[in-house]
Structures are given as structure tokens and as C-alpha cells.
């Protein structure tokens, strides 16, 4: 055990856990509203709309983000077209490539997370607030979301937890979030488990302080 | 369509063959995770202190750390840790383990995370009363394991381990990072030498969409057959 080595090294991946931590944020937030858009899609009675919000989570859901992420970063810059808009400021950018990937992603599965949700909440409690006289905008983003969210709290926890693992993808497109630093201390010192233990540790971390966080404000939002 | 074509002109049995290693991966992967969850679940089960610290270490540890940080442990620190068991058996030649056996042996120990996790929540679903009841039967204990837990235990579990193939398949496509040529790493190439990576890396996408198709089909199946009486 190269004691030293941890303790160097400690810094420079807190630093990167920064990094990671930047990028799960932005993708949740973005992530969350394109969830929410599609599990509205989802319940729809059109059937197209219905199959297209089904199709994008199906194939989310059912690729590698690794493939994600290349097809967004690798792939799209290929189009002349989109070169010549004002997106490729964006796409050129693997910072943002990343992020636009992560949120499809995480919004694929969150979208499937709230509709499940939405389709536990009981019918009598729409029915109630409909012969009330409730307008239908009102039903729901006043009952209908406050409770989904509730429902969807612990799969939600889970797909936070997912997703920040997720983010460790983004050291393939040259990002250097806590792996990608973790991967390039390993490669330059050859030490892969006492980088492991501190990279990991980290992560391990993460994950405990979201695992509480989301049973704290399960606690609160329990009725 | 000439992108795909088979033999020197096109990238489809290079294709075709990196998604059979795809395949090959992810089942010697979900092979390899069930030994370890034969192991783990037990250990998490037990009543002994120590051992279940063990099991749900084990399942924390993976669970919570990237899926790409435990293959770059696996890919740098394989061979070291294989070289350092056999210097102490006095064998000090270099050894290079090879790109599917450190692939497949990390995605299995993550796949057999979620096994555990999965074995776990199964055995303990099943009612105290059908242990009860085949001790009184005076069952031996493999008969008891054999024919009573084991079947219950895989109706309960076959749903929740089709989640496990689909993590498990996907995992697989992060081993390109050590070189193993399997569809991620075959796009990557044929992207590279063509300069169309859109294409390819959309296609891998469709691959993936496939395998997860018709993976899905063989287990409705095993599903059918395991309820047979529910």
C-alpha cells in the first residue's frame, strides 16, 4: 500500500468529484423535465404520441449510454448541416454532449419511474377533485405531481444513485470528472488499488449522503 | 447498405462477429455473476455478524461505485494481482491475462451484485411455512433446497434477473475501454477508418436494441415455464 500516493491523490479527485457532481446536477434538473414531458406524453389517448414517448424510452432505456454519448459527441458533428446552426456551439463542446446524453437518459427513466406513479394515484381522488369543479390544469399540477412525486421518491433515489454512476462516461469524451482523474493517476503510477480505494471512496460517499437525503424527504413527503 | 457488406468491402462480419462476443461476454458475464451470488446470498442471509458484513459489503461496494471504475481496477491491476499469487508459488514470469477474461470477470462480479440482491429479496419472500413444512416432512436438506426453495425462489427471482441481463448486456459495452473487440469497440473502429461515426455508432445502437429483443422473448418464456401452477 503506497499510503503516500492516497494522500496525494486525495485532493486532485475531491477536486474531480466536483466535476461529477456538476454534471449529475445539470443532467437531474434537465433529466426531470423531459421525464415529466413524457410521462404526460405517455398517458395520452393519441396512440402516436403514445408509441413516440414509448419508442424514446424503449430505446433509452434499451442501448448502452456509452453508445448514447458517442452517436451525441462523435456522431451528430458529422451533419454539415448542424454545423453551420447556432447548436453547434453546444455540440462541440463535450461538456455539453455529455450532459445532452446523461438528461436523455436519466429522462427516459425517470419518465417511466412517474408514469408508473401517475398510474398508481387512485382514480376516485381525480374524480373527487373533478366533481368539485377542479379545472383539469389545476387536477394536475396541484394533486396529480405532488403525488406521483411522493409515489416516485425511492425509484427516483435509485435513478439518481444510477445516473451518478452514469456520469463516469463522461471520461470517454475527454471530461475529467472523478474516474477520467482516477483513470489517468492509475495509468501514470501504476497503482490501480490505492486509487481505487480513494476514487471509490468517494463515490461511496456520494451515494450515502443521496441514499439519506432521499429517506429524509421520503419521511417529510410520507402521508 | 456497402458500410455493411460482408468480406473486405463492407464492416458486416466484423459486425456480426463483434455482437456474437457481445453475447458470449454478457452470458459468461451472468454466468460468473451467479457464482457469486451463490456465495453472497448465503453470507447476506446469515445470522452470523461477520458474514453479513461480508455479503452486504460486497453488494454496497458495487452497487455503489462506476461500473468503468471497477473495469479500469480490473484492466491495470489484473495481471499484477495474478502475477503477485504466483510469485508466491515461485512463479515469476510476466503474465497477461487477455481482454475477455479481465471483461467478462468485472462485469460478472457487478452483474453478481445485483444477483445477490436479487436472490436475496426472493428467498426471503418465500413464507416461513414452506421451510416448516418440509422439515416436518422429514425432507432431507438437498431435497429440501432442490425441490422445494430452488424452484419457488426462480419463479420469484426470473423477472427481476431479466433487469440484471439488460444492466449486465449494457455493462459490456464499457469493456471497449480495454480493448476487447465486441460491437462498441468494432463501431469505434469501423467509425474511425470510415469517418462515418454517426452510422456506425447508431447501428451498434440497433444491435443493442436486437439482442435486448429477442433476449427478452427466450425470458417471457422461462417465465411461462417457471409459473406453471400460478
Avoid at chain 1, 31 to 43: E, K, Q, S, V, Y
Amino acid at each position: 500500500m503506497d499510503f503516500e500516493l492516497m494522500s496525494n491523490s486525495f485532493p486532485k479527485l475531491l477536486n474531480a468529484a466536483g466535476v461529477t457532481l456538476k454534471l449529475l446536477s445539470v443532467s437531474l434538473v434537465v433529466g426531470l423535465f423531459i421525464g415529466l414531458l413524457f410521462a404526460i406524453l405517455r398517458l395520452n389517448k393519441n396512440i402516436f404520441i403514445n408509441k413516440f414517448a414509448y419508442g424514446y424510452s424503449y430505446v433509452f432505456r434499451g442501448t448502452p449510454l456509452l453508445v448514447q454519448i458517442f452517436i451525441i459527441y462523435f456522431g451528430l458533428g458529422q451533419i454539415e448541416y448542424l454545423r453551420s446552426t447556432f447548436l453547434w456551439i453546444v455540440l462541440k463542446e463535450p461538456y455539453w454532449c455529455a450532459i445532452i446524453a446523461f438528461a436523455l437518459n436519466t429522462g427516459a427513466y425517470t419518465s417511466e419511474i412517474l408514469r408508473s406513479a401517475f398510474q398508481t394515484i387512485k382514480p376516485g381522488i381525480v374524480e373527487a377533485a373533478k366533481s368539485l369543479g377542479v379545472p383539469d390544469k389545476i387536477i394536475l399540477y396541484k394533486i396529480q405531481i405532488p403525488i406521483a412525486i411522493r409515489q416516485s421518491l425511492p425509484a427516483y433515489g435509485n435513478e439518481i444513485i444510477l445516473m451518478m454512476k452514469g456520469t463516469s462516461l463522461a471520461s470517454t469524451v475527454t471530461l475529467m470528472d472523478l474516474t477520467g482523474v482516477a483513470k489517468y493517476i492509475i495509468s501514470t503510477t501504476f497503482k490501480p488499488i490505492e486509487v481505487f480505494i480513494v476514487a471509490g471512496g468517494i463515490y461511496l460517499f456520494m451515494t450515502f449522503c443521496i441514499h439519506n437525503l432521499i429517506k429524509l424527504l421520503e419521511k417529510k413527503y410520507s402521508f | 447498405m456497402e458500410l455493411l457488406a460482408f468480406g473486405d468491402t463492407g464492416w458486416g462480419d466484423e459486425l456480426f462477429i463483434a455482437t456474437l462476443m457481445t453475447i458470449v461476454v454478457s452470458l459468461t458475464a451472468m454466468i460468473i455473476g451467479f457464482l457469486f451470488a451463490l456465495v453472497f446470498t448465503p453470507l447476506k442471509l446469515s445470522n452470523n455478524r461477520l458474514f453479513n458484513f461480508i455479503g452486504n459489503s460486497y453488494t454496497t461496494v458495487i452497487r455503489g461505485v462506476p461500473e468503468l471504475l471497477v473495469i479500469y481496477l480490473f484492466f491495470f491491476g489484473g495481471s499484477g494481482a495474478i502475477m503477485y499469487v504466483a510469485s508466491i508459488f515461485g512463479y515469476n514470469e510476466y503474465i497477461e491475462i487477455n481482454a475477455f477474461i479481465t471483461g467478462s470477470v468485472a462485469i460478472g462480479i457487478i452483474s453478481g451484485a445485483y444477483s445477490t440482491e436479487v436472490f436475496r429479496g426472493a428467498v426471503q419472500s418465500i413464507e416461513k411455512g414452506q421451510f416448516e413444512a418440509a422439515e416436518v416432512l422429514g425432507l432431507s436438506k438437498s431435497i429440501q433446497f432442490y425441490k422445494i426453495i430452488l424452484p419457488q425462489v426462480l419463479r420469484l427471482a426470473i423477472p427481476n434477473l431479466s433487469n440484471v441481463w439488460q444492466i449486465t448486456l449494457k455493462d459490456t459495452s464499457l469493456i471497449s475501454v480495454t480493448g476487447l473487440v465486441e460491437i462498441m469497440r468494432q463501431s469505434y473502429i469501423a467509425a474511425g477508418s470510415t469517418r462515418d461515426p454517426l452510422f456506425f455508432y447508431s447501428f451498434a445502437a440497433v444491435l443493442y436494441l436486437l439482442i435486448t429483443y429477442f433476449s427478452m422473448k427466450v425470458i417471457n418464456r422461462l417465465e411461462l415455464r417457471y409459473s406453471r401452477g400460478h
